[in-house]
């Protein structure tokens, strides 16, 4: 026949097209746009992965935390 259903279902190639059509800014060279926005997509998902251990700077810490003892959740 055709072989295993997962290898001839579309449905998951054209949700990521969908993701990709979104990141067209420019609609004379999409190609060039689709590039740029999927490397920076990268480029920042690596370096959160990166920094991840890392304490952020620049963000107030709270102080509303849960004091000793208290039994509310």
Request: proline share 7%.
């Amino acid at each position: 026949m055709c072989g295993p259903v997962f290898l001839r279902w579309m449905y998951p190639i054209e949700r990521y097209m969908k993701v990709l059509k979104g990141y067209i800014k420019n609609q004379h060279r999409p190609e060039a746009s689709i590039l740029e926005r999927y490397v920076a997509k990268e480029c920042i998902e690596f370096c959160s992965q990166y920094i991840e251990g890392s304490k952020a700077m620049g963000l107030p810490e709270t102080r509303h935390g849960q004091t000793p003892g208290c039994k509310c959740t």
